[in-house]
């Protein structure tokens, strides 16, 4: 009879199973990580498109509405005597007239604010900026990551610079004759139906942490003069 030999089976210790287990864990731990950064970037990027995407269509339709104003009706903001006061201009509303897009004549748009009180951030609160055109309907505008709008009416002129080595307080008295406040002295501009521009400064939260607690902001700023107003100096 013949017999043939087969080698014996070699068992698996103990350590080389914890060796492989452990391996396994490494594997799964730094795909983990991997995935969750990426889901975390992809998630940043959209905040970022969000913010950017509310902001070009703010600036465009409120730009393209102020170079066409013949009229400054209303302009419902914070005044405060201090220019660079950190809630100055805080805007609550503004209703421009601008000319009918078919037909003769001219119509209002109205700009408004409806959030918490002076922009606070509040747990469930939104913050949105909406547009009215007289007869139509009222269109939200910005309805996420608003941190606050600011809204400042000028005479239209073109501020200079301020000087190396100029204090603020002179850089101030210099800029607050040519903004609209109420109360503005003698012939610094205290009347409505004076202003020739509009200053806009638009600031968006662009990223949140975990918590919902934003932790980097983007701020627009732009100034624009009516092409009707300032006709003089077209």
Known sequence: MKYTHRPARRAVTLVEVMISLLLFGIVLVTGYLFLNRTFVSLERQRQSLDTLHEAREFLMLIERDLREMTKLVSLDTVFRGNLFAEDNALFFSMTIEVPQRIGDGTTTVTWSYEGPDRYKDSPGAQKIIYRQEKGKIKRAIVTKQLDYLKIWGTDGAIF???????????????????????TNPGNALN???????IEVQLSMNELYDKAG????????????????????YE
Do not use: W
């Open 160 to 182: 200079r610079n301020r000087d190396k080595g100029e204090s603020l307080d002179n850089y101030q008295k210099y800029l607050a004759p040519h903004y609209y406040f109420p």
């Open 191 to 197: 009347d409505l139906s004076k202003v020739r521009g």
């Open 213 to 232: 607690v934003p932790i980097k902001t983007r701020t627009f700023v732009t100034r624009v003069y009516s092409r009707v107003l300032n006709a003089k």
